[in-house]
């Protein structure tokens, strides 16, 4: 494989990748909201649908489907402005259970990849938990599907997953002739690495746009792995 060939697929793949980089939702702790949780129900109609948001792939799918939030994760990323102001929950693995109940929430929105590590907190606060499956485009479809048909903004549902799949074509199209590369995917972890397979939602995303993962047959999205392991992959491109 020629290095201009390979270095344009590189750019592609990191390209789209970086586009819809929705999956990775465990970020640093950094404080954003100057409301306090009595506000926030002072603000609220009785009415509405009182939503926290625990991770940023949430908070961004709630604010594409102009659905308000009475709480966000806590950290250092920049969240839409339609959020600005409000109570920081914490981390999304371990979120501040006291300022989540202060809040009276509905529905408390989280992901499946760490459904097993907030489950237990959620149930003993007596609080209603709903865990949206991101692990791949089409799961994250159907969530996404899913959210706008109970909160009444089908419409806006349809919009964004017609916008992934156009892409998805657009993208396919382009690389239909070409050679598939073969991918390694790598995620830095203290001390370590885990090696994504084509269970996981960057996994899917490589798949979709023409690439080839080397590590295949898993049943989890993310497995270890050590230094020999990862030179037998002799990948094209790594990630």
């Known amino acids: 494989m020629g290095g201009g060939v390979k270095m344009k ?6 390209s ?7 999956l990775f939702i465990i970020t640093g702790c950094s404080s954003n909201g100057d409301v306090t949780a009595d506000q926030v129900k002072e603000n609220n109609d009785p009415d509405d649908h009182r939503i926290i948001g625990t991770t940023v792939a949430i908070v961004e799918i709630m604010d594409a489907l102009e659905l308000d939030l009475i709480g966000v994760p806590t950290t250092y990323k920049d969240l839409p402005e339609r959020y ?21 929430p509905k529905e408390v929105m989280s992901v499946t990849t760490i459904q097993h590590d907030t489950e237990e907190f959620f149930e003993q606060a007596d609080v209603n938990a709903r865990y949206l499956n991101l692990e791949s485009i089409d799961d994250m479809h159907e969530d996404i599907l899913r959210i706008g048909e109970d909160y009444d903004r089908t ?29 390694l995917i790598l995620l830095g972890v203290p001390g370590s690495y885990l090696i994504g397979t084509d269970e996981s939602y960057i996994g899917d995303l490589v798949t979709k746009t023409g690439g080839v993962n080397v590590i295949t047959g898993e049943d989890v999205d993310f497995i270890s792995s050590n230094t020999e392991h990862l030179q037998q992959t002799n990948p094209d491109i790594i990630l």
């Open 9 to 14: 697929r590189r750019i592609s793949l990191l």
């Open 16 to 22: 789209f990748i970086t586009l819809f980089s929705i």
């Open 84 to 104: 600005d102001g409000l109570p920081d929950v914490g981390n999304a693995k371990s979120p501040d259970m006291e300022t989540v109940m202060s809040l009276q």
């Open 155 to 183: 419409e806006e549902a349809e919009v964004i997953v017609q916008s992934f799949e156009d892409k998805v074509e657009e993208i396919a199209e382009k690389v239909k002739d070409k050679e598939s590369p073969e991918v």
